[in-house]
């Protein structure tokens, strides 16, 4: 189904199985398809509409991570105390999204990979999804007061870039949050990360896909200036490690426009 509508904030396009195409396909989108079916992430309409609940998934102690991660991030915008216009920047299925929309906010879920895009769309009533880029697609500027990168912030090569890019999008008082992702304490962790990523794209089959995947350090973004942490992996996560509650490599993030 193709159809042509504007949805506020956003600029006119084409909507197509409910997404907003912004961008035309991309080559990273066909190798991250393959990718992503590989890890066996792309799942039936069922288990996408129980997430962050993973139980029965061959990575569920990865969902009771992100399911925490998910709360304290609504938590976080309810001390904003107002509904909000959210971006989020590599929504994937649009679990999150959708879970952000049904707090009272405004949320448009953007992201390259067609397929999970559609059937976020298919699933998902509220958020509007679109098939676009950070850099390239006419986002409206000042438009949105939080954006939103879970597990999405490694697919950017220029983290400082990146964020300069979001406080354009930004309301006067917005804010970005990085979660889900890793977030580096040195020069050496990141670049042992850079090697295990190669490592692993090859093995998987996909070496390509390791020159997609970035590793960033924390003070790259600390040197932005108003970053908040939430989170880090040698916080409260030692402490749940020790009750049996699998512990969180991720940081998360919150930088002040």
Not at 124 to 151: C, H, K, N, T, V
Not at 157 to 184: F, K, N, W
Not at 205 to 229: N, T
Request: aromatic content about 8%; glycine content about 6%.
């Amino acid at each position: 189904m193709t159809d042509e509508r504007v949805y506020e904030p956003l600029p006119a396009g084409r909507l197509e199985n409910g997404v907003l195409l912004l961008e035309p396909p991309s080559a990273f989108e066909a190798a991250y398809s393959l990718v992503r079916k590989a890890e066996r992430r792309v799942l039936p309409d069922e288990q996408v509409r129980a997430l962050p609940n993973g139980d029965g998934l061959w990575n569920a102690a990865e969902w009771d991570i992100r399911a925490r991660s998910a709360k304290r991030l609504v938590k976080a915008l309810s001390e904003l105390d107002r509904p909000l216009t959210i971006l989020e920047v590599g929504c994937g299925n649009g679990w999150l999204s959708a879970l952000l929309q049904r707090e009272g906010h405004t949320v448009h879920g953007m992201d390259v990979f067609t397929e999970e895009l559609e059937q976020a769309a298919r699933i998902f009533p509220g958020p509007q999804f679109m098939r676009a880029d950070l850099f390239r697609s006419p986002l409206p500027e000042g438009a949105f007061d939080a954006i939103i990168f879970a597990a999405s912030f490694q697919y950017f090569p220029d983290p400082v870039a990146t964020i300069q890019r979001c406080m354009e999008l930004l309301t006067a008082h917005g804010e970005v949050h990085i979660l889900d992702s890793m977030l580096y304490r040195s020069k050496a962790e990141r670049v042992a990360a850079v090697e295990r990523s190669r490592t692993y794209y090859g093995t998987l089959g996909f070496p390509e896909m390791a020159s997609h995947y970035h590793a960033h350090e924390l003070a790259q973004l600390q040197a932005l200036g108003k970053l908040r942490v939430l989170s880090a992996p040698n916080g409260m996560e030692r402490t749940l490690k020790r009750f049996g509650r699998p512990s969180s490599p991720f940081t998360h993030v919150v930088i002040e426009r």
